[in-house]
């Protein structure tokens, strides 16, 4: 993980996360850029979750290109707050968005157009003068659109189930914009869960994600989503959102939470040491629900 | 016979599901329409279909408490899991019945504040955002927002439109280029709201134990009642029972 953000995230860089929404956070790749101390990101997604918050509180950031930042099952997120309203620790702009507009700005950087027309938005305050958005009208029927620009990520970090080292990677569950993001940036790092036999990942072709040879790097990071979910492997902490709302009041707080979750360890096997064996392994899937084979002969 | 008790949030619940009519295409958010979402498929409504933005389409809710749309138990047995791009598509393609928004402030002509409150800070309180509460509210076909009845949040006008409702009157949403759609009910800890064909919104039923004089002193604009007003019917005793038996632990109800 540290060579992966090391060479492929750059202070200054727009970095694509949160992708699939809720579930697959890739959160130990986060962690690793406040390690290796970026500066001056740019952070894009839809709903980030306490990613962003995190982000921002440790002085990465400062630009955002999101639709929702925040805390999704306990409220809103205090680090975000201090610095669009306080400029702590530093300054912070904001690009507002919804979720599909985020969506179709991606798509327009996956498809190499400049702008996608949507009729969302129309009249919201997101879309007035001065914001990204530019208005327009069809010149297919004269109906009035907005026109959603390119969004295109210098890099984009996916947490997926499995992968294997050329850069093929299998994730299932809901994707949101997963894909779009993939496409449109001009580099990817896939975060695996398990790290499979390429043959695995061709058994399956229509489970790939992102076409392999656009991934730029590759890294084992088994429980790298935690406290999002990972389907068919473990479920969503839910009580370490909590914990850490309530751990982030205040600045101080948040230093102490970071202090503590990211900068006190030296990587992912040592934060789940820290959450301890216990709450990991209650969080494990027992279950089993295997989709059906489907067969892919040509013969 | 002794009244069953109830949270005001299992009411809100109770009415956010008697929106749903059987077979429609509902954008359910967070927090409690994925209750109101659940509870009216296993009521009256079991053909409903739920559409979540993350990309999830399920005919029959979770099993599970949910605390995210993405958690697992949402996506084990769902009829479809695909990108946002899928399902937003179909809100903008006007499939989507009905769509549920929560809100920090909502004004009278049902416009939502999700961005930017006025507040303690220099000039501003910072919110969350939209999400896709925008898009819902500028495509789905009609939508209901729920949200706790006081004077800060039921506002004269809101400091933000994040999500569009009928602007400032009737026939705003049309001169935006808006395709449909519109508010059709607030369902606050108080009252069900609904809008007059100005744009605007009136109390059209009270909930139990609470008054005129209560959501007057509660509300940021002299609302209207309602005329033929009645008292918002109260949770069944099978209503609550779902509702628990889905969050036995009170997490979104208490």
Known sequence: ?299 | MKAATYSAAELMVVAGSREIADRDVVFVGMRLPLLAFALANRMHAPSAVGLFENGVIRDRPSESLLYTMGDPPNIEGASMCCSMATVMGLLQKGEVDLGFIGGAEVDRFGNINTSYARGAAPDFVKLPGSGGAADIASLAKRFVVIIDHNSRRLVERVAYVTSPGNGDGSGWRERQGLPRGGPSAIITTMAVMRFDSDGEAFVATVHPGASDDDIRANTGWPVRFAPDRVTTPAPTEEELRVIREIDPTAFWTS
Request: glycine share 12%.
């Open chain 1, 1 to 299: 993980m540290r060579e992966a953000i090391s060479r492929f995230v750059g202070d200054g860089d727009s970095v694509a996360m949160g992708l699939a929404l809720e579930a697959l956070i890739p959160f130990a790749a986060g962690h690793e850029i406040i390690r290796a101390r970026r500066r001056d990101l740019t952070l894009v997604g839809p709903i980030s979750d306490i990613l962003f918050d995190q982000l921002i509180g440790a002085g990465c950031v400062s630009r955002v290109i999101a639709a929702w930042i925040g805390n999704v099952s306990a409220g809103l997120g205090y680090n975000y707050r201090r610095a669009a309203e306080n400029g702590l620790p530093h300054a912070l702009e904001i690009v507002d968005h919804s979720n599909f507009t985020i969506s179709l700005g991606l798509t327009a950087g996956a498809l190499g157009v400049p702008y996608m027309p949507t009729r969302t938005l129309l009249g919201s305050d997101i879309a007035r003068e001065g914001s990204t958005f530019a208005g327009g009208t069809s010149p297919f029927g004269g109906e009035q659109l907005l026109y959603v620009p390119a969004i295109v990520p210098d890099v984009t970090v996916l947490h997926v189930q499995r992968a294997s080292d050329d850069g093929g990677a299998h994730a299932w569950g809901n994707l949101g914009v997963s894909a779009e993001a993939a496409l449109a940036a001009k580099r990817v790092i896939v975060v695996a869960e398990e790290i499979v036999e390429r043959s695995v990942i061709t058994s399956d072709p229509n489970r790939v994600l992102v076409p392999p040879f656009r991934v730029s790097a590759v890294v084992h990071e088994p429980g790298g989503a935690h406290p999002s979910s990972v389907q068919g492997s473990h479920g969503r902490d839910h009580a370490f959102y909590g914990e850490y709302h309530a751990a982030t009041k205040t600045a101080a707080g948040s230093d102490e939470w970071l202090a503590r979750w990211v900068r006190g360890v030296e990587g992912r096997a040592e934060y789940l040491d820290l959450l301890g064996s216990q709450r990991w392994r209650s969080l494990a899937v027992r279950g089993s629900a295997l989709a059906a084979p489907v067969n892919y002969s040509a013969t």
